[in-house]
C-alpha cells in the first residue's frame, strides 16, 4: 500500500512513468504528473480523479519544476517520493563509416540535458521541499527515485549519447544518497531492460519480430506496471538507499547491428 503518499513523478504522461503515477493512486497516494505541456499530461490526470493532478514541466528548467512543487505543496501538502522518468533517447553512431555522417554535438548535449540535468534539477528541488517534512519513526523524510537504463552498463552501437546519460544517472545515485542521508532523504535509480512503452514501439518489428539481445526469463518485453512495482518496493522498503537496481529479466544488450 502507498496509502497517503505524495508522489511526483516527472514522464508522467506515458510509459514507465504513466505506470508509476497509476499505481500510486491505485494504491492510495496522490501524484503530481509532471510532463511536457504537449503531452495528454492533463486529461490522464482528469482521469486518475482528485488523487491526481498535472503539472507542465519541461525537466530542465528549474522554474517550471519549481511550479510543480508549489502545486503539490498547495494541493496535497506534502511530497514524499520524487519519481524521475522523464527522458528521450537518440540512436546515431558516432560517426557512420559508410556515410560519413558525424554525430552532433547539438544531439549529444540534449540527451544529457534531459536525461542527467533533468535528473539532477528534480532530485535538488523535491528533496529542497522534502527536507520540511516531519521525519517519520524511521528519521525518513521522503524518497527519490531515478531511472537508468541497462544501457548504463552494456550500451549498444547508437548509444554513446543515451548511455553516457545513463551512467551518469546511475553515478550520482550513491552521492546523491550520501549528501541527503542527514536529512532522512534516501535515493535509490532503476535500470530498466526493455519495456513496452512509446519508446520502445516498432523495436520488435525493427528486429525482424524478434525479441532483443536472446532475452532470458521471462523472455518477453516487460510491462511498465512491473517497473512501478519496483518503485513502490523502494518507497516501501526503509533499508533501500544508494542503490541502483536492474529490472531486466536478466537481459544483457549485445553490440547491435552496424549503424
Ligand atoms: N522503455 C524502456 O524499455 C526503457 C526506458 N528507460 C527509461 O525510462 C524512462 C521512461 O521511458 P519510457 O516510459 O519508456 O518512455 P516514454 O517516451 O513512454 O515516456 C517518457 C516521457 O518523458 C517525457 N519527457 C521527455 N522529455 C521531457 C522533458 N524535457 N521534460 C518533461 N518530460 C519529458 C515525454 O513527454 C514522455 O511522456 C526514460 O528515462 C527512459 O530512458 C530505461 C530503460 C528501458
Ligand atoms: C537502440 C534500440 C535498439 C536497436 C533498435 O533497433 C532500436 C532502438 C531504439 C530504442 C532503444 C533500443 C535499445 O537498444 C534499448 C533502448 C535504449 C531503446 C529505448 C529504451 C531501451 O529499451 C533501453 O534503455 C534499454 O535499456
Redesign the pocket.
Given at each position: 500500500m502507498l496509502k497517503n503518499i505524495v508522489g511526483l513523478v516527472t514522464g508522467g504522461a506515458s510509459g514507465l512513468g504513466l505506470a508509476t503515477a497509476e499505481r500510486l493512486v491505485r494504491e492510495g497516494g496522490k501524484v503530481v504528473i509532471c510532463d511536457l505541456s504537449t503531452s495528454k499530461g492533463a486529461d490522464i490526470a482528469k482521469h486518475l480523479g482528485n488523487n491526481a493532478v498535472f503539472a507542465p514541466v519541461d525537466v530542465t528548467s528549474e522554474d517550471d519544476v519549481k511550479n510543480a512543487l508549489d502545486l503539490c505543496k498547495i494541493k496535497f501538502g506534502r511530497l514524499d517520493a520524487a519519481v524521475n522518468c522523464a527522458g528521450i533517447?537518440v540512436?546515431k553512431p558516432a560517426l557512420n563509416t559508410k556515410s560519413k555522417v558525424i554525430h552532433t554535438q547539438e544531439q549529444f548535449i540534449k540527451v544529457l540535458d534531459v536525461n542527467i540535468g533533468g535528473t539532477f534539477n528534480v532530485m535538488r528541488l523535491s528533496a529542497a521541499m522534502m527536507s520540511e517534512n516531519e521525519p517519520d519513526t524511521e528519521g525518513c523524510r521522503g524518497v527519490i527515485i531515478n531511472t537508468a537504463?541497462?544501457?548504463a552498463f552494456d550500451g549498444?552501437r547508437?548509444?554513446c549519447a543515451?548511455s553516457a546519460s545513463?551512467a551518469a544517472v546511475v553515478g550520482m545515485t550513491l552521492p546523491a544518497a550520501r549528501d541527503l542521508a542527514s536529512t532522512g532523504i534516501r535515493v535509490c535509480t532503476i535500470?530498466?531492460?526493455?519495456?513496452l512503452t512509446s519508446?520502445?514501439e516498432?523495436?520488435l518489428e525493427?528486429?525482424g519480430g524478434q525479441l532483443?539481445d536472446s532475452m532470458q526469463f521471462p523472455a518477453r518485453m516487460g510491462k511498465p506496471d512491473e517497473f512501478a512495482m519496483a518503485v513502490q518496493f523502494i518507497i516501501t522498503n526503509p533499508m533501500m538507499n544508494g542503490e541502483v537496481i536492474r529490472v531486466?529479466g536478466a537481459v544483457r544488450?549485445q553490440p547491435?547491428?552496424n549503424l
Open positions: 533517447t540512436v537504463s541497462i544501457a549498444k547508437g548509444q543515451y545513463k535500470a530498466p531492460g526493455y519495456f519508446m520502445t516498432g523495436l525493427l528486429n532483443p531486466d544488450m547491435g547491428a
